[in-house]
């Protein structure tokens, strides 16, 4: 059976199951906290099995001087208790926005939860970024990795269908000695449901303290986009990036044209194979992950490549942080400060896709998985310094 998107057909296999986290303002499930930490290739992640959230990536600039380049908190109790704009975690079933909250699926009309004014934001009330995933060391030598599971059950948030998800974070190391975080999530289910699942960090890669990403040089590999309406969705059109504020083919600083964009960069870029076209669907050949984006930081030298087998990498600039209290950070004494307040276009994201509010626009790429299908995504940040 053929799809127009990426759900790919692998041999069948399910994932261990995780329970299912309730969550009712604050999570109050006990689990272990401690973090998993993967280190190599001069990186080191740390990773809580909550939301399958990626806390801190430490990584050195130009000179050596490492810091963390993330955005995130110092304990799990913001990303409990709802305070976290989805800091570095996973959110599914679906990533961004699905209208009114309301889809058909197989001649039944299905109403999930909304979280985002009438409509449902990545994944509902209890998405994947609120549950506690099951994780297990899958390390080889030289490639450090951690497996995470989680089973969403039929009719959570409104979804149909027991979905088994599997995220695994593994660092990899280049023959030129550059890291590289490679995240593939993967997902089954016993019933037609929508799938797009998306890694949610927030990047600053002058140091997650550092303020402003503003000056940061971004490219992005697309020459159209998905305009939204005044809620954010799409509104069906694949419009061309040349000439516009959006336009990101050749690099420039976030921040160059940011002041055109109303409520600053919150859109869903679409990805092109070579030839131009949407990724191929199930069932033909598959595109091996590809350049979606790369980002500099000129300060620190701390670059960053993107790549993913996605069809879409939507590009936000952090326009919703406000006076958020995050980490502390290290005022380069050895002396941790008290915590830093993360504001507006303090973080970046750039988070591979399925195109917002597939399930009801017929034609954007296939966002629905079958059962006997496996939902199959690689994203992976390739790190090093100019």
């Given at each position: 059976m053929k799809h127009s998107g990426y759900i790919a057909i692998l041999s069948a296999g399910g994932a261990a199951l995780a329970a299912l986290a309730v969550y009712t303002g604050i999570v109050t499930k006990k689990r272990d906290e401690t973090p998993f930490v993967l280190s190599g290739g001069g990186i080191t992640v740390h990773i809580s099995p909550f939301g399958a959230t990626i806390l801190k990536l430490l990584a050195p600039d130009r000179h050596g001087k490492v810091d963390d380049i993330v955005l995130g908190f110092d304990d799990l109790v913001?990303?409990?208790?709802?305070?976290?704009?989805?800091?570095?975690?996973?959110?599914?079933?679906?990533?961004?926005?699905?209208?009114?909250?309301?889809?058909?699926?197989?001649?039944?009309?299905?109403?999930?939860?909304?979280?985002?004014?009438?409509?449902?934001?990545?994944?509902?009330?209890?998405?994947?970024?609120?549950?506690?995933?099951?994780?297990?060391?899958?390390?080889?030598?030289?490639?450090?990795?951690?497996?995470?599971?989680?089973?969403?059950?039929?009719?959570?948030?409104?979804?149909?269908?027991?979905?088994?998800?599997?995220?695994?974070?593994?660092?990899?190391?280049?023959?030129?000695?550059?890291?590289?975080?490679?995240?593939?999530?993967?997902?089954?289910?016993?019933?037609?449901?929508?799938?797009?699942?998306?890694?949610?960090?927030?990047?600053?890669?002058?140091?997650?303290?550092?303020?402003?990403?503003?000056?940061?040089?971004?490219?992005?590999?697309?020459?159209?986009?998905?305009?939204?309406?005044?809620?954010?969705?799409?509104?069906?059109?694949?419009?061309?990036?040349?000439?516009?504020?959006?336009?990101?083919?050749?690099?420039?600083?976030?921040?160059?044209?940011?002041?055109?964009?109303?409520g600053g960069y919150d859109h869903n870029y679409v990805l092109a194979n070579p030839a131009g076209s949407l990724p191929p669907g199930v069932g033909e050949e598959l595109l091996p992950p590809r350049l979606a984006a790369s980002v500099h930081d000129p300060r620190s030298g701390r670059a960053m490549d993107l790549l993913t087998d996605a069809p879409g990498v939507q590009f936000y600039s952090g326009n919703f942080l406000s006076q958020i209290k995050g980490k502390a950070a290290n005022t380069g004494g050895g002396v941790m400060m008290t915590s830093t307040v993360y504001d507006k276009h303090h973080g970046f994201c750039l988070e591979t896709q399925g195109f917002p509010n597939a399930i009801n626009e017929p034609s954007f790429p296939n966002a629905v998985l079958t059962p006997g299908d496996i939902y199959d995504h690689t994203m992976i940040h390739r790190f090093y310094t100019r």
């Open positions: 913001p990303y409990k208790t709802g305070v976290s704009p989805y800091f570095g975690c996973i959110v599914g079933r679906v990533a961004n926005r699905i209208a009114k909250a309301t889809f058909s699926l197989g001649g039944k009309t299905y109403k999930l939860n909304a979280n985002n004014g009438e409509n449902t934001l990545h994944g509902g009330l209890v998405g994947f970024d609120k549950v506690w995933w099951d994780a297990e060391d899958v390390s080889e030598p030289g490639t450090p990795a951690l497996r995470l599971t989680y089973t969403s059950r039929d009719g959570e948030e409104g979804f149909p269908g027991t979905v088994q998800a599997t995220v695994t974070y593994a660092i990899e190391t280049g023959s030129s000695g550059e890291a590289s975080l490679v995240t593939k999530m993967t997902a089954t289910t016993d019933r037609a449901t929508p799938i797009s699942m998306a890694q949610h960090t927030y990047w600053n890669l002058a140091g997650h303290a550092s303020g402003p990403v503003l000056d940061h040089v971004l490219r992005i590999a697309s020459t159209r986009y998905t305009p939204v309406d005044s809620a954010l969705i799409p509104t069906g059109k694949l419009v061309e990036v040349k000439g516009t504020p959006f336009d990101f083919q050749h690099p420039k600083r976030i921040g160059e044209h940011l002041a055109q964009v109303e």
